[in-house]
C-alpha cells in the first residue's frame, strides 16, 4: 500500500514536472500477417517494384518444409526428415503512421532458417546464415513516409536441405516485429536483470540498461524509471535515476520478502523501465524476470535455492511433428504440460537456440532450461541420406553452419544470451554439443588409450590416467588443439556476456575432454551417455561439476544419477518424438521419447512418471514372448537379451528404443505373453478375468524396475493393481478389444480457448463396449466450425507420412489429434469426426 502511494505521489509530481507533454510509448506491431511468398528463386525479388501478385498470400510464422509435406525423393534426406529445403522469398508492403516520422523503426525477426538476406525498399539490410539466431535490422534509413508504400524482401536459401542432422524446417518460421521507438530508446535486449543477493528478508535486483541514441542532439535529463510489479501487478520496487552523458546505468533495486521462482512455484516478476526526456516518456520496456539462486556443486550436485534436488531433464529438438518448425505458444504449454506431468522438471534446448515462447512458458511453468548454441563449431559431423548412419549426404546437399562458424560464432552465440538473459528458467549457456566427433583425433586418442579394456564404445569405464592421455593426444593433435582453443575462445565470449550462469556442453569423450583442457573450460561437464565414467572422472577430479547431459531413456541411467550424490541430474533423449535423423522412407523421425509426435504418452513415458513422480500409478504393457527380449525360465528365472536394431539403421540405436511393448490385450488364445508392469507401488498384483495370478514385489525387479509375467492369452480384461503397505493403491486394465467402431470419443486439452490461440482435440476410436480400437488404422475425418482453423493433423506415429494440412487422416492405435486454433471472433468452436459413417458427438470449445 506505501509503496503505491509513493509511486502515486511521484508520478503525479513527475506529471506536473513535464508540463503534460505526451508520453511516447514504444509501439511493438505483431508484423506476421499477409506476407507475399513463393517457393524457388526469383532473382529480382528483392526489387521494391517488383510484381508479387501470383504469389501465395501467407502468415509466419510459416515453415515451407512441412507445408509440402514427406517426399522420398532425391531432393531430401532421412537426417531432415525426408523434407524439402529449397530457396523462398517473401515480400511485405507496408504504410507507415503519420506519427512515424521521427521514430526508429526496426525489424525483429526471431527465427528464419536459413541464409536469409533481407532488403527494404530495394536496399540490402544484411544476411544471418544461422537459421537459429533472432536478429534484427533498423529501417529507418530507408523507409518512405506519407502515402508511399514500403517493401521488404526476404531471400531464405535452403538449397543444402541436408545441413543438418534433424529436421530444421525452412522459411520464416518464427513471428516477425516491427518495432517503432523514439530516436532515444533502450537498445534491443537492452535490458538485464540478475538477482545476486537473495535473503529471507530481501532481494537485491541488479537492472543494467544500455540505451541508443540515434538521433537526439546532446540529449539532456534523461531519467530511466524502474518499477517492479509481482505477479498480481503490485508495486514492490520503484527508482528513478538521472543519467549524465552515458547511454548506460546500473541500479540495483531491493524487493522486500520475495517470493522465489522455483519449479515448483514459479513466481514471476515484471520490471518496467521508463526513459524520460525532459520529463517526457520516450520510450519503455518490460520484462519478466525471477528471484532465484542456484549452484552446482562438485560432491552436493545441483541445488536450487538452497535445495539441493536432481535434474529431471529431457532433450528437446525445435519441432513439434505436424507444425514442423512454426509452432505456437500455445503448443509449447501443450508440451512443456505433459512433460511436468511425469515429473520432468528441466529441458536441454538441443542443440541451438529454441523460439522465445518456449522460455516464456518454461518460465511460466518451472521448467529449468540449459540453452545450447551448436552441434557443430568449424567442421561438419555426418549427414544421412537414406537411412541413419550412412552419412551418405552429398557435400553440396549438406553444407552447413560450419561454413559461416569462424565468422558468425561470437555474434551468434552473444546474440542467443542477449537475447535470453532474463528468463529465471535459464540456468546453464552450453556451447556445444559432442563436439569432440569432429575431431577424428579425440576418437583416436580415446581409442588408442583405452584399447586393451574397450568392449563396444559406450559400455565401459575408460582410463582417466590424465598423464597417458595428454601424451597420446598431443601425438595425435599435434601443438594447437583446435578443440580445446575453441571451446576457451567460446567460454571467454560467454563469459564477456554472463558471469551469472555456468557454462557447460554435451562432451561424448569427457576422459579425453577433460586432459585436454576443454572439459576444464566449461564449469559444469555435461557427460553423454557416459554414466559409466561418472565414478573415474569424480575419482581423478574432485573439483569437477558433473551432470548428465544426454542419458538414454534407461532405468540404469536415472540410477546411477540417484545413487551418486556429485551427479547433478539427467537429461533423457528425448521428451518428445522429433522429426529428422531417421529413415529409411517412411520413418521421418525418431520416437525415442516419453511422448510421441502428437504428444501421447509412450510407455516409457509412464515407466518415467512412475520414477519421478511421488504419485502412487501403476501401468502395464505387454509383449509376445517370441518377440520379446525378456525371457522366463523356471531354474533361472527372468533373463533379458537385447536385440539390436536391425540393418540398415545403425545397430547401436536400440540403446536409445525402449522394450518392444504393446498397449493391447488383443493376441491368439493361449499365446504366451510378458506383461511388464511399470510402477512406483511396493507391490503388484495381476488379474486375469478377475482371477488372481500372483503378488510381485517391485524390489525383486532391481536390474530394470519392471515387474514381469508370463501369461498365456485369454481374451477378456487384465488389470493390475498397486500395493504399498498391503493397501490398494492405484489399478490399471487392458481390455480385448473388437476392431469395429462404435463410438468416437473427443476430448480437448483446453475447452476454453482464447482468440487466436491453439488447442489440441484427441480422438480416440471405441468399441461397443468402450474399449480403444488398438488394432485397426481407420480413416477419421474431422468437420470444424468456421470460427476456428485446423492448422494441424497426425497420429503420433514415426511413420506418418500422411499431410497434416488435411482434415483427415488414418489412425494409429486407434488414436490421432487435430491441432485447432481460434480466430478472432468470440464464441462456440463446433468440432465432430466420422469414421465409417459413425459420427461422434459435437465437441464444443468456447472462446470467451
Ligand atoms: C547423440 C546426439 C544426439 C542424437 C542422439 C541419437 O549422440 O548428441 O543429437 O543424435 O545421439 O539420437
Given at each position: 500500500m506505501?509503496?503505491?502511494f509513493?509511486?502515486?505521489v511521484?508520478?503525479?509530481?513527475?506529471?506536473?514536472?513535464?508540463?503534460?507533454k505526451?508520453?511516447v510509448?514504444?509501439?511493438t506491431?505483431?508484423?506476421n500477417?499477409?506476407?507475399?511468398?513463393r517457393?524457388?528463386d526469383?532473382?529480382?525479388a528483392?526489387q521494391?517494384?517488383y510484381?508479387d501478385d501470383?504469389?501465395?498470400?501467407i502468415n509466419?510464422p510459416?515453415d515451407?518444409?512441412?507445408e509440402?509435406?514427406?517426399?522420398?525423393?532425391?531432393e531430401?534426406a532421412?537426417?531432415?526428415g525426408?523434407?524439402l529445403g529449397?530457396i523462398g522469398?517473401?515480400r511485405?508492403?507496408?504504410?507507415l503512421n503519420?506519427?512515424d516520422?521521427?521514430?526508429?523503426i526496426?525489424?525483429?525477426?526471431d527465427?528464419?532458417?536459413?541464409?536469409?538476406?533481407?532488403?527494404?525498399?530495394?536496399?540490402?539490410l544484411?544476411t544471418?546464415p544461422?537459421g537459429?539466431?533472432s536478429?534484427?535490422?533498423?529501417?529507418?534509413?530507408y523507409?518512405?513516409h506519407?502515402?508511399?508504400l514500403?517493401?521488404?524482401a526476404?531471400?531464405?536459401?535452403h538449397s543444402?536441405?541436408?545441413d543438418?542432422?534433424?529436421?530444421t524446417?525452412s522459411?520464416?518460421?518464427?513471428?516477425?516485429q516491427?518495432?517503432?521507438k523514439?530516436?532515444?530508446?533502450?537498445?534491443n535486449?537492452?535490458?538485464r536483470?540478475?538477482?545476486?543477493?537473495i535473503?529471507?528478508?530481501?532481494?537485491?535486483?541488479n537492472?543494467?540498461?544500455?540505451?541508443?541514441n540515434?538521433?537526439i542532439k546532446?540529449?539532456?535529463n534523461i531519467?530511466?524509471?524502474?518499477?517492479?510489479?509481482?505477479?498480481?501487478?503490485v508495486?514492490?520496487a520503484?527508482?528513478?535515476?538521472t543519467?549524465?552523458?552515458?547511454?548506460?546505468?546500473?541500479?540495483?533495486?531491493?524487493?522486500k520478502k520475495a517470493?522465489?521462482w522455483?519449479?515448483?512455484?514459479?513466481?514471476?516478476?515484471?520490471?518496467?523501465?521508463?526513459?524520460?526526456?525532459?520529463g517526457?516518456?520516450?520510450d519503455?520496456?518490460s520484462?519478466k524476470?525471477?528471484?532465484?539462486?542456484f549452484?552446482?556443486?562438485?560432491?552436493?550436485g545441483?541445488?536450487?535455492n538452497?535445495k539441493s534436488?536432481k535434474?529431471k531433464?529431457?532433450?528437446?529438438?525445435?519441432?513439434?511433428g505436424?507444425?514442423?518448425a512454426?509452432?505456437p505458444?500455445?503448443?509449447?504449454?501443450?508440451?512443456?504440460e505433459?512433460l511436468?506431468?511425469?515429473g520432468?522438471?528441466?529441458i536441454?534446448?538441443?542443440h541451438?537456440?529454441?523460439?522465445?515462447?518456449?522460455l516464456?512458458v518454461?518460465?511460466?511453468?518451472?521448467?529449468?532450461v540449459m540453452?545450447?548454441?551448436?552441434?557443430?563449431?568449424?567442421?561438419?559431423?555426418g549427414?544421412?541420406?537414406?537411412?541413419?548412419?550412412?552419412?551418405?549426404a552429398?557435400?553440396?546437399?549438406?553444407?552447413?553452419?560450419?561454413?559461416?562458424?569462424?565468422?558468425?560464432?561470437e555474434?551468434d552465440l552473444?546474440?542467443?544470451?542477449k537475447?535470453?538473459?532474463n528468463?529465471?528458467?535459464?540456468?546453464?549457456w552450453?556451447?556445444?554439443?559432442?563436439?569432440?566427433?569432429?575431431?577424428?583425433?579425440?576418437?583416436?586418442t580415446?581409442?588408442?588409450?583405452?584399447?586393451?579394456i574397450?568392449?563396444?564404445?559406450?559400455?565401459f569405464?575408460?582410463?582417466y590416467d590424465?598423464?597417458?592421455i595428454?601424451?597420446?593426444?598431443?601425438?595425435?593433435?599435434?601443438?594447437?588443439?583446435?578443440?580445446?582453443?575453441t571451446?576457451?575462445?567460446?567460454?571467454?565470449?560467454?563469459?564477456?556476456e554472463?558471469?551469472?550462469?555456468?557454462?557447460?556442453?554435451?562432451?561424448?569423450?569427457?576422459?579425453v575432454?577433460?586432459a585436454s583442457?576443454?572439459g576444464k573450460?566449461?564449469?559444469?561437464l555435461g557427460?553423454?551417455y557416459?554414466a559409466?565414467d561418472?565414478?573415474?572422472?569424480?575419482?581423478?577430479?574432485?573439483?569437477l561439476?558433473?551432470?548428465?547431459s544426454?542419458?538414454?531413456?534407461?532405468y540404469m541411467?536415472?540410477?546411477?544419477?540417484?545413487?551418486?550424490?556429485f551427479?547433478?541430474?539427467?537429461?533423457l533423449w528425448?521428451?518428445?518424438?522429433y522429426?529428422?535423423?531417421a529413415?529409411?522412407w517412411?520413418?521421418?523421425?525418431?520416437?525415442?521419447?516419453?511422448?510421441?509426435?502428437a504428444?501421447f504418452?509412450n510407455?516409457r513415458?509412464?515407466?518415467?512418471?512412475?520414477?519421478?513422480?511421488?504419485?502412487?500409478?501403476?501401468?502395464?504393457v505387454?509383449?509376445?514372448?517370441?518377440?520379446?527380449?525378456?525371457?522366463?525360465d523356471?531354474k533361472k528365472?527372468?533373463?533379458?537379451n537385447?536385440?539390436?536394431t536391425?540393418?540398415?539403421?545403425w545397430?547401436?540405436?536400440?540403446k536409445?528404443?525402449w522394450?518392444?511393448?504393446?498397449s493391447?490385450?488383443?493376441?491368439?488364445?493361449?499365446?504366451?505373453?510378458i506383461?511388464?508392469t511399470?510402477?512406483?507401488?511396493?507391490?503388484?498384483?495381476?488379474?486375469?478375468n478377475s482371477?488372481?495370478?500372483?503378488?510381485?514385489?517391485l524390489s525383486d525387479?532391481?536390474?530394470d524396475?519392471i515387474?514381469?509375467w508370463?501369461?498365456?492369452?485369454?481374451?477378456g480384461?487384465?488389470?493390475?493393481v498397486?500395493?504399498n503397505?498391503?493397501i490398494k493403491?492405484?489399478?490399471?486394465?487392458?481390455?480385448?478389444?473388437?476392431?469395429?467402431?462404435?463410438?468416437i470419443?473427443?476430448?480437448?486439452?483446453?475447452e476454453?480457448v482464447y482468440v487466436?490461440?491453439?488447442?489440441?482435440i484427441t480422438?480416440?476410436?471405441?468399441d461397443?463396449?468402450g474399449?480403444?480400437i488398438?488394432?485397426?488404422?481407420?480413416?477419421i475425418?474431422?468437420?470444424?466450425s468456421?470460427?476456428a482453423k485446423?492448422i494441424?493433423?497426425?497420429?503420433g506415429?514415426?511413420?506418418?507420412?500422411?499431410?497434416?494440412?488435411?482434415?483427415?487422416i488414418i489412425?494409429?492405435?486407434?488414436?490421432a489429434?487435430?491441432?485447432?486454433?481460434?480466430?478472432?471472433?468470440?464464441?462456440?468452436?463446433k468440432?465432430?469426426?466420422t469414421?465409417?459413417g459413425?459420427?461422434?458427438?459435437?465437441?464444443?470449445?468456447t472462446v470467451p
Amino acid at each position: 500500500m506505501k509503496t503505491s502511494f509513493v509511486i502515486l505521489v511521484s508520478s503525479v509530481i513527475l506529471l506536473i514536472g513535464c508540463n503534460f507533454k505526451k508520453d511516447v510509448k514504444r509501439i511493438t506491431q505483431d508484423f506476421n500477417k499477409d506476407w507475399k511468398f513463393r517457393l524457388g528463386d526469383e532473382s529480382e525479388a528483392f526489387q521494391m517494384n517488383y510484381e508479387d501478385d501470383s504469389w501465395k498470400t501467407i502468415n509466419v510464422p510459416h515453415d515451407w518444409s512441412i507445408e509440402e509435406g514427406y517426399k522420398n525423393v532425391e531432393e531430401t534426406a532421412a537426417s531432415t526428415g525426408f523434407t524439402l529445403g529449397g530457396i523462398g522469398w517473401y515480400r511485405k508492403s507496408f504504410r507507415l503512421n503519420k506519427e512515424d516520422v521521427h521514430k526508429h523503426i526496426s525489424i525483429l525477426f526471431d527465427g528464419v532458417y536459413n541464409n536469409s538476406s533481407v532488403w527494404l525498399n530495394g536496399n540490402l539490410l544484411g544476411t544471418r546464415p544461422n537459421g537459429y539466431s533472432s536478429f534484427q535490422y533498423n529501417l529507418t534509413p530507408y523507409l518512405k513516409h506519407g502515402d508511399s508504400l514500403n517493401v521488404l524482401a526476404v531471400k531464405v536459401d535452403h538449397s543444402a536441405y541436408v545441413d543438418s542432422r534433424w529436421y530444421t524446417g525452412s522459411g520464416i518460421y518464427r513471428k516477425v516485429q516491427l518495432i517503432k521507438k523514439s530516436p532515444l530508446h533502450i537498445a534491443n535486449w537492452g535490458v538485464r536483470i540478475t538477482t545476486p543477493k537473495i535473503t529471507k528478508e530481501y532481494a537485491e535486483i541488479n537492472i543494467e540498461t544500455k540505451l541508443e541514441n540515434t538521433g537526439i542532439k546532446n540529449p539532456k535529463n534523461i531519467t530511466l524509471r524502474y518499477a517492479v510489479q509481482d505477479s498480481l501487478g503490485v508495486s514492490v520496487a520503484f527508482k528513478e535515476i538521472t543519467l549524465k552523458n552515458e547511454l548506460q546505468s546500473s541500479i540495483k533495486l531491493e524487493i522486500k520478502k520475495a517470493l522465489l521462482w522455483s519449479v515448483e512455484n514459479p513466481n514471476l516478476y515484471t520490471l518496467k523501465v521508463e526513459v524520460l526526456q525532459d520529463g517526457t516518456v520516450v520510450d519503455n520496456v518490460s520484462e519478466k524476470f525471477g528471484v532465484r539462486s542456484f549452484n552446482f556443486d562438485a560432491n552436493k550436485g545441483f541445488s536450487l535455492n538452497g535445495k539441493s534436488m536432481k535434474i529431471k531433464g529431457v532433450n528437446i529438438h525445435h519441432d513439434a511433428g505436424a507444425l514442423g518448425a512454426a509452432v505456437p505458444k500455445g503448443i509449447w504449454e501443450y508440451r512443456m504440460e505433459k512433460l511436468k506431468s511425469v515429473g520432468v522438471n528441466a529441458i536441454r534446448l538441443s542443440h541451438n537456440p529454441h523460439a522465445v515462447e518456449l522460455l516464456e512458458v518454461c518460465d511460466a511453468l518451472g521448467l529449468l532450461v540449459m540453452n545450447e548454441a551448436f552441434d557443430e563449431w568449424h567442421l561438419p559431423k555426418g549427414k544421412s541420406k537414406v537411412y541413419l548412419g550412412d552419412n551418405a549426404a552429398s557435400e553440396e546437399a549438406s553444407k552447413a553452419y560450419p561454413e559461416h562458424f569462424k565468422e558468425w560464432a561470437e555474434r551468434d552465440l552473444k546474440d542467443l544470451i542477449k537475447r535470453d538473459f532474463n528468463h529465471p528458467s535459464v540456468i546453464m549457456w552450453s556451447i556445444g554439443n559432442e563436439i569432440e566427433w569432429t575431431f577424428p583425433e579425440y576418437s583416436k586418442t580415446f581409442n588408442e588409450v583405452n584399447k586393451d579394456i574397450m568392449a563396444d564404445s559406450y559400455h565401459f569405464t575408460p582410463k582417466y590416467d590424465s598423464i597417458a592421455i595428454k601424451a597420446i593426444l598431443k601425438k595425435n593433435v599435434g601443438a594447437n588443439d583446435e578443440l580445446a582453443n575453441t571451446a576457451k575462445q567460446l567460454v571467454k565470449w560467454v563469459k564477456e556476456e554472463d558471469i551469472s550462469r555456468p557454462v557447460t556442453c554435451g562432451s561424448v569423450l569427457p576422459s579425453v575432454s577433460i586432459a585436454s583442457g576443454y572439459g576444464k573450460a566449461v564449469d559444469v561437464l555435461g557427460f553423454n551417455y557416459r554414466a559409466a565414467d561418472y565414478d573415474a572422472a569424480h575419482k581423478t577430479y574432485p573439483d569437477l561439476k558433473i551432470l548428465g547431459s544426454e542419458n538414454w531413456v534407461d532405468y540404469m541411467e536415472w540410477k546411477n544419477c540417484l545413487e551418486r550424490d556429485f551427479v547433478s541430474g539427467v537429461f533423457l533423449w528425448t521428451g518428445f518424438a522429433y522429426l529428422g535423423e531417421a529413415g529409411p522412407w517412411p520413418r521421418k523421425g525418431l520416437n525415442i521419447s516419453l511422448f510421441d509426435f502428437a504428444g501421447f504418452k509412450n510407455p516409457r513415458g509412464h515407466f518415467f512418471e512412475c520414477l519421478w513422480k511421488e504419485d502412487s500409478k501403476v501401468y502395464m504393457v505387454t509383449t509376445p514372448a517370441n518377440e520379446s527380449e525378456f525371457s522366463f525360465d523356471k531354474k533361472k528365472g527372468w533373463e533379458f537379451n537385447m536385440q539390436l536394431t536391425p540393418p540398415p539403421v545403425w545397430k547401436m540405436l536400440r540403446k536409445w528404443e525402449w522394450y518392444k511393448v504393446y498397449s493391447k490385450w488383443k493376441y491368439d488364445e493361449g499365446e504366451p505373453i510378458i506383461v511388464q508392469t511399470y510402477t512406483n507401488c511396493e507391490e503388484a498384483e495381476l488379474f486375469l478375468n478377475s482371477v488372481s495370478l500372483g503378488k510381485q514385489k517391485l524390489s525383486d525387479f532391481n536390474e530394470d524396475n519392471i515387474i514381469k509375467w508370463q501369461v498365456p492369452f485369454t481374451q477378456g480384461e487384465l488389470k493390475v493393481v498397486g500395493y504399498n503397505n498391503g493397501i490398494k493403491e492405484k489399478e490399471y486394465m487392458l481390455h480385448t478389444n473388437s476392431d469395429e467402431v462404435a463410438k468416437i470419443s473427443l476430448k480437448a486439452n483446453k475447452e476454453e480457448v482464447y482468440v487466436n490461440d491453439i488447442t489440441v482435440i484427441t480422438a480416440k476410436l471405441l468399441d461397443d463396449k468402450g474399449n480403444l480400437i488398438t488394432t485397426a488404422d481407420k480413416e477419421i475425418v474431422f468437420s470444424i466450425s468456421d470460427n476456428a482453423k485446423i492448422i494441424g493433423i497426425d497420429n503420433g506415429w514415426e511413420k506418418n507420412v500422411q499431410s497434416h494440412k488435411s482434415n483427415g487422416i488414418i489412425t494409429h492405435q486407434g488414436k490421432a489429434i487435430l491441432i485447432v486454433q481460434t480466430k478472432k471472433e468470440k464464441g462456440i468452436v463446433k468440432i465432430s469426426a466420422t469414421v465409417n459413417g459413425v459420427k461422434s458427438k459435437e465437441f464444443l470449445i468456447t472462446v470467451p
